[in-house]
């Protein structure tokens, strides 16, 4: 999968954002069976005010959060738990995740800030390719991928509490 990365927060160049979002749109391809080649997300790897504008202006919520997607086209499931259609476009659309409020949330959740911005990568992806979690069956169906691909790569369940 090809990711155009425009890193306005220094700070993400310094994570490997780059290589980090390579695999994990690979990994996301790889576990649903996608043709990798053509596929296209764009990845804007922004600091928490630049993110916290864009989901007032998209979100009409005027705080920083973790990770926002904008699909290209809508390719949700009519059906709760169903898997969506496999895309037709191969510009599955744009991500933008942010870096201050990925660390803080990496560290509050004892994660290295690697592998919770993976998840977030592999959240945003899933988000584009019309999964998503705002009913029951298609958070458990969602949440479940999410898990499977981070596994994969030697990355703990994220939703797994730690105690």
Not at 7 to 22: D, F, K, M, N, Q
Not at 80 to 86: I, K, L, N, S, V
Not at 118 to 125: A, D, E, F, I, Q
Request: hydrophobic share 40%; aromatic share 4%.
């Amino acid at each position: 999968m090809n990711v155009d990365c425009l890193i306005e927060e220094p700070l993400w160049s310094a994570a490997g954002i780059e290589r980090l979002a390579a695999t994990a749109t690979d990994a996301v391809a790889r576990h649903l069976n996608l043709a990798q080649d053509g596929l296209e997300v764009s990845l804007l790897a922004c600091d928490d005010a630049r993110i916290a504008e864009l989901n007032k202006a998209f979100r009409g919520k005027p705080v920083p959060t973790n990770v926002l997607s904008w699909p290209s086209e809508d390719r949700a499931a009519e059906r709760d738990g169903a898997p969506p259609e496999p895309p037709l476009d191969p510009e599955l659309g744009d991500i933008a995740i942010a870096y201050q409020t990925c660390l803080r949330e990496a560290e509050a959740g004892g994660r290295s800030l690697t592998d919770h911005a993976t998840h977030l990568v592999v959240h945003g992806v899933l988000h584009l390719l019309g999964y998503d979690h705002e009913r029951d069956a298609d958070a458990t169906l969602m949440e479940g991928i999410e898990t499977e691909i981070l596994g994969k790569l030697g990355i703990e369940d994220p939703y797994a509490i730690i105690e």
